[in-house]
């Protein structure tokens, strides 16, 4: 009898045996932060050292330390647990491995926060994936992977992927007896145009399974999970995950086409499909705007969504867990110490257009338009990867120029706060101080049958 979840052809078997289809959360914006997630502005390392900056190292980290304990705790897993979710895909970024000033050294309390959420969700019944959300030199141009430019500069720093390989058989290492690990994810959305990405993968995956040669491995396409074209023969023991979102049910697009959401979905998991490999959508959902007329659409979206994956045979993660009330199945409730001291900061960043998650990426228009129009004069040919044009202007004006002066701007807030007071902000975001997204719940739910 395997001891850990497995592959056998395009199924999951569980530890017995059994077929199990794996179904569940992705533990977001906790062990690696994101912007919209937790309120703050641009990307987490610059965040970080701003509070630093106003609270002293010693009082920022222990604010950290308390937010990270509050974020998710055996109440989460529970709640995960009796929702009937059995996978947790959990975030994470590799500055809890190691620190940069100390390559390969890999950090004495590396695991606690993982241990602990694996072992709560573990006695839940709940299954988890360690999913590296942002790796050293950032492997995409986007916030999520911590990256203050707009460079992906892991693809062209072999110091960088070095690092990544003795990361993950760390990892492998501490992993490789625990039967509720469903798992690697390696990479969070991969992004390079030079040809990078295969190699690496057959680099990474040889280093793991010298280490573990039995937790399966998700392997994310390039461009952000959605081409496939990188890899050949399929690995052994390997998911190929792919990332769904539709853009009606992001705010970009003004119609949604269920036909051409659907020929997304076939062409992202064509792969999976003619490898005879199991389909995981290990990211997907819509963000939630509070008007009703949007959202009953987005509803939609999603309910389309999970039949889809039903049809065929996919498991899914939805995105996310938690947050401040624009995607998570729950969130901080607007009464809470934090929300109360930084709700009018996150309205301020909505009004500029900061987060490009959930942003049209105009924000003051007077300003954008004539910035993205004299680009696309002056440059008719520029047609970057990987979204093109309006999101390179986009990324480098908003969410990186105006960002990341904002971030001193949140950090003021913290300033003057005693002991108690920062205590309150970080237990905010604990389960007791959440509501539950009933709408979501209840969709999700339902699309747990086989």
């Not at 049209?360 to 129009?373: A, F, I, K, L, S």
């Not at 002066?405 to 003021?412: F, G, I, K, V």
Request: net charge negative; with cysteine.
């Amino acid at each position: 009898m395997a001891t850990t979840i497995r592959v056998s052809r395009d199924r999951f078997l569980a530890p017995t045996g059994e077929p199990i289809h794996l179904r569940g959360i992705c533990l977001g914006g906790w062990l690696t932060m994101e912007n919209f997630i937790t309120g703050y502005s641009g990307n987490e390392t610059l965040m970080r050292r701003e509070v630093g900056r106003v609270l002293g190292d010693d009082r920022a980290d222990a604010f950290f330390e308390r937010l990270l304990q509050a974020f998710f705790a055996e109440e989460d897993a529970e709640f995960l647990g009796r929702s009937g979710f059995n996978l947790a895909r959990i975030a994470v970024g590799y500055k809890h491995f190691e620190d940069d000033a100390r390559p390969f050294e890999i950090k004495p309390d590396a695991f606690r926060h993982l241990d602990r959420a694996i072992d709560a969700l573990a006695r839940n019944g709940v299954y988890s994936i360690v999913d590296l959300h942002a790796l050293p030199g950032s492997q995409n141009h986007h916030w999520h992977s911590d990256n203050a430019t707009h460079i992906p500069g892991f693809w062209e720093h072999p110091h960088f992927q070095d690092r990544v390989v003795n990361i993950w058989q760390a990892i492998a290492t501490h992993y490789r007896d625990n039967p509720w690990v469903a798992g690697y994810n390696l990479l969070n959305e991969p992004a390079d145009e030079t040809g990078a990405v295969g190699p690496f993968y057959r680099r990474l995956v040889g280093a793991i399974r010298e280490i573990d040669p039995d937790h399966v491995l998700y392997l994310d396409g390039n461009t952000y999970a959605t081409d496939f074209t990188v890899f050949d023969e399929p690995f052994e023991n390997a998911v190929y995950t792919l990332h769904d979102y539709v853009p009606a049910g992001l705010g970009r697009a003004s119609e949604y086409d269920p036909k051409a959401a659907e020929a997304k979905f076939l062409e992202r998991s064509a792969y999976a499909r003619a490898t005879g490999t199991p389909i995981l959508v290990g990211e997907f959902g819509p963000i939630y705007t509070g008007d009703e007329e949007r959202d009953r659409l987005r509803r939609r979206i999603l309910a389309d969504q999970l039949d889809l994956y039903r049809e065929h045979g996919a498991g899914w993660a939805l995105w996310m867990y938690k947050d401040l009330g624009r995607q998570g199945l729950v969130s901080v409730r607007p009464d809470t110490p934090y929300r109360r001291r930084f709700d009018d900061f996150v309205a301020q960043k909505e009004r500029l257009g900061v987060d490009q998650w959930g942003s049209d990426g105009e924000g003051v228009r007077e300003v954008t338009r004539p910035v993205q129009e004299l680009v696309a004069r002056e440059a008719p040919h520029f047609d970057p990867y990987p979204w093109g044009r309006f999101d390179w202007v986009r990324t480098l004006l908003l969410n990186i120029t105006l960002a990341q002066p904002l971030a001193t701007e949140y950090a003021e807030r913290f300033r003057g706060l005693d002991g108690s007071e920062l205590d309150a902000l970080a237990d905010s975001f604990a389960f007791a101080s959440c509501a539950v997204r009933a709408p979501l719940l209840e969709q999700l739910q339902a699309g747990l049958g086989e």
